[in-house]
Structures are given as structure tokens and as C-alpha cells.
């Protein structure tokens, strides 16, 4: 459950829609994992305490669980401090017990006192409220070491001439999934499973951030999973093929599960007056703070259909080729769509201070709008009465905006690489990434005006194909492929 704990989209929106859905299957048990990504986490309750300690002495336990997953924005000297001599001394117990063959222990969360933290900090951000009672009353487990410091342990005692990844206690348990390479080993009879997103940090390793960092860990995690037999649940067939291309004795335990849309994204029948509103209340609060004047609602008005306007879905980082699609936008604002608004949504990422100074002469005049933290009600909203939805990266696992905007109705004008040949199929209009010309070329066949038949001929493919990543596509192959794996016939992942 580890990227449950961090953003909207991307994995971690994948870790709460596949946690949902393996529960709704009736002959799955699942438990969830709790571990930080940098955070020793307080000891959850073991065995004895839950025979032997009295009910507020349990409750205290639970409590600092949940203190201890938390990052304080302002934290004092005596917590970064406290903070990093626990970083520093994890890998020290790693090694101790690795040496003595020793498994790390995994206790116990009763999330029966702490609904509020584990809705608010594990799901609320991609499910809606009427999976509250479900996830709130489910079982967890702690992992007590940060999973960073799992991947440093490996790859400092790699120099000594053994990687020593930490074997978890998984007894108990037929299969155990990991999102992304992991870090560590399983006790057999357990089965890793591995939820196999991209190759990125390998095969484009220019555009990710701590790239040394990041490759390292992601190769060498990756590699002793492979070595371990572990399978790999890959999110698109380019990801499979992108896999076996490095590890080819991978080819038979490699399977493609591509990830689950949210139920929030459907065909809503609504007008487009909320539009400018949503687009001035979510403006991206550090660009207001950079000094750029807030743009009046009345810039997004339009004509008596509403706004016009492109959109993008994307945390702002340069593998996500931002800065084409606004030359593309430009080219088309100055040739035939004077009015052509566009709308870009999502969280500042790595090195995205380059590209937002390319946004800031728009941003102050008007046309381009940058917002954060759009709750999903809205981005339906959004998708819905785009002229298009614009997925322009130059590399992806998967692309979950391209399909909520199929799911919601829109149109799709997406990059010619070949996960969104796999993903998107002939439901979205294709371009040259690299090229901007060849970008507003694409988005003029699907938005000019005499375009109606290529409109509703995209629309049409976009039901069909959007409707194979619902759950009543994805689960039953969950379910086959978890049965195949489990000795006892019920997996319990």
C-alpha cells in the first residue's frame, strides 16, 4: 500500500483500485501493507500483544502506527533528528537479521479505531465514498522498514559482492504484490508477484529524476525478482514486451492485467457552464504565489457551447512533453482557433521549473491555465467538454487520462508510441511526439468544424475500447491468474 500514501494518479491510484477490486472478490483474502517509502514505522501489534496486552495498550500501539506514517510539513530539530538516526540505523537491523537468517517480522493494524486515517490517508483520493465501510474495515499489515532504505541495504552490500535484499514474513500467506520492483524476498510457498508498470527507469533513464539513484534500485530490484522467480503482472503488452526484452527468462511468468479505470469516470450529461469556474478555483496555487495575476472567470466564458479549450492530464515533467503540446497550441491559436483555450492539469514534478517558465508569458496573459488537485467530480467535467484530451509522452506504462477521457465521452489525440497503440487502439487520433506541426495536425482532424464524422466514429471506439479496463474486465483475470498461482485454490494476497 505503499503508493496509496502519496498522490492522485499513476500508481498510486492503481494501488487503491486493485486493493478495492481483489476485494470485491468473494474467494480472495486480502491484507494490506503498510510501509513508508523513507519513515521507520512504530511496531503495529504482534502476536503477544494481541493475546496479552490490554485493550488501551493496543490502541496506543495503533496510534503511533499512524503518527509514525505521517510527515510533518514543519518538522522540529529533535524530529529530523530522531528521524534520520532511524534511516541510519534501519539497515544496521536489516543486515543483523539477514546474517542470522532472520525474516522481517510483520505485525499487525486494526484499522477499527482508525477509519478516518485510513480513508483520508490510504483511499479518498480515487474512490468514492461508498467504499468507505469496505476498505475502512479491511486487514493490514505493518512493515516497520522504510522500503528506501531496503533498496540503499541492497545496493551498498552489491559493492561488498552481495546484494542482500530482506527476506519478509510472509507466512501465511499464497501470494504477496508488489507495485513496482521490490525490495525484498518472500518466505516460501509465497509467491511475489510483481505489478510491472514500465521500463522507464532503464530504457529511458535520461528523463526520470535521482537518475542514478532510481536506475540502480529499479535494476537491481528487478533483477532479484527475476532471479527469485517471481511473476509479473505487467499493466500494458508494450511494458511485457519492454521486460522480456531485458530479462527474456521472464517471457513464461509474465502476464499482461492492464490496470483498472475508476468508477468515477462515466458519460455524465451535463452543460459546460461550471467550466470556468472549476478552471479559476483549482489554478495552481504556486503559480499565484510566483506573482502570476489570477485570470478572470470571463477569459474562459467562450461562445454559447461553452469554453474552447484542449486539456492535458499529467504531472508536470519533461518525459510528459508538455512544452510540444503548447508550440502545437500556439501554431493552432495563430492559424485557425484564436479562441483555443488550453487547460492543463496536474502536480509539479521533478524538474518542471524549465517548463513552467515556458508557460509564464500565457499564464500571465491568459489562454493557458495550470490547476492542481482537480477532485475526479470536476475532471469529468473537464474531459467531458474538451475539444480534446491531448496524451503527448514520449514514454508511458499505461495512460490512465487518455481512457477517463474515452470513459467520460471526450476525444483523444495521443503520442505514436506503442503502449497507446496497445492501450488507446484506433479510439484516439495519433501524432509525432517530437513533432509540434505534426501535434496540431492531429488535434485539427479531430476539432475543426467540419470533423463531425471523425468525432463521432472516435467516440464510438472510445466506449468500446475504454470499456475493457472497467472491473468486470480486469477482476476476473485477477482471479484466474491469483488461482493459478495459489496452492491451496483461495489466494490470499
Request: charge should be positive; aromatic fraction near 8%; hydrophobic fraction near 40%.
Amino acid at each position: 500500500m505503499r503508493p496509496a500514501l502519496d498522490g492522485h494518479a499513476g500508481i498510486p491510484q492503481e494501488t487503491r483500485l486493485l486493493f478495492r477490486g481483489l476485494q470485491q472478490l468473494d474467494d480472495i483474502i486480502v491484507e494490506g501493507l503498510l510501509q513508508s517509502s523513507n519513515r521507520v514505522l512504530a511496531k503495529g501489534l504482534s502476536e503477544r500483544a494481541l493475546a496479552n496486552d490490554t485493550e488501551d495498550r493496543r490502541i496506543n500501539r495503533l496510534s503511533r502506527v499512524v503518527v509514525s506514517l505521517q510527515q510533518n510539513a514543519k518538522p522540529t530539530l529533535a524530529e529530523i533528528a530522531t528521524g534520520r538516526l532511524s534511516l541510519v540505523l534501519a539497515p544496521f537491523g536489516m543486515l543483523g537479521r539477514g546474517l542470522l537468517g532472520l525474516p522481517q517480522s510483520l505485525t499487525r493494524f486494526d484499522p477499527a479505531h482508525f477509519k478516518d486515517f485510513v480513508w483520508r490517508g490510504l483511499f479518498a483520493k480515487t474512490l468514492p465514498y461508498e467504499d468507505f465501510d469496505t476498505v475502512t474495515s479491511a486487514r493490514f499489515r505493518v512493515a516497520r522498514v522504510p522500503w528506501s532504505a531496503m533498496h540503499a541495504t541492497a545496493l551498498a552490500t552489491r559493492r561488498l559482492g552481495y546484494a542482500m535484499y530482506p527476506r519478509i514474513d510472509t507466512r501465511g500467506f499464497d501470494v504477496m504484490i508488489a507495485e513496482t520492483p521490490y525490495p525484498g524476498r518472500v518466505l516460501a510457498p509465497t509467491r511475489l508477484v510483481v505489478r510491472y508498470h514500465d521500463a522507464i527507469p532503464l530504457l529511458m533513464p535520461h528523463t526520470i529524476s535521482d537518475r542514478s539513484y532510481h536506475q540502480a534500485s529499479h535494476y537491481h530490484a528487478l533483477r532479484r525478482n527475476v532471479a527469485d522467480g517471481a511473476w509479473f503482472a505487467c499493466v500494458s503488452d508494450a511494458t511485457r514486451r519492454d521486460l522480456i526484452s531485458i530479462f527474456p527468462q521472464a517471457e513464461k511468468r509474465a502476464v499482461t492485467i492492464h490496470n483498472t479505470v475508476s468508477g468515477h469516470y462515466f458519460p455524465e450529461q451535463s452543460a459546460p457552464d461550471r467550466i470556468p469556474e472549476i478552471v479559476k478555483s483549482r489554478k495552481n496555487m504556486a503559480v499565484r504565489t510566483a506573482g502570476h495575476a489570477s485570470v478572470p472567470t470571463s477569459d474562459m466564458r467562450g461562445g454559447p457551447g461553452g469554453p474552447e479549450y484542449l486539456l492535458m492530464v499529467s504531472t508536470i515533467e519533461p518525459r510528459k512533453n508538455h512544452l510540444t503540446l503548447v508550440s502545437a497550441w500556439e501554431q493552432l491559436r495563430t492559424e485557425r482557433f484564436p479562441s483555443l483555450h488550453l487547460v492543463l492539469v496536474g502536480m509539479l514534478g521533478w524538474d518542471h521549473k524549465a517548463i513552467v517558465k515556458k508557460f509564464r508569458p500565457w499564464l500571465a496573459r491568459g489562454g493557458l491555465h495550470l490547476l492542481e488537485e482537480v477532485p475526479a467530480g470536476e475532471l469529468r467535467l473537464l474531459y467531458r467538454h474538451a475539444q480534446a484530451t491531448v496524451c503527448p509522452s514520449l514514454g508511458e506504462g499505461f495512460d490512465f487520462s487518455g481512457i477517463e477521457a474515452m470513459r467520460c465521452g471526450g476525444l483523444v489525440s495521443a503520442s505514436d508510441i506503442p503502449v497507446h497503440r496497445d492501450i488507446f487502439g484506433d479510439a484516439c487520433d495519433y501524432f509525432n511526439p517530437y513533432s509540434a506541426s505534426d501535434l496540431a495536425q492531429s488535434l485539427t482532424r479531430v476539432i475543426a468544424p467540419d470533423a463531425g464524422e471523425r468525432r463521432d466514429a472516435l467516440r464510438e471506439c472510445g466506449r468500446e475500447i475504454s470499456a475493457r479496463y472497467l472491473p468486470q474486465s480486469t477482476l476476473p483475470q485477477w482471479r484466474d491468474f491469483l488461482a493459478s498461482l495459489a496452492p491451496s485454490g483461495a489466494a490470499r494476497p
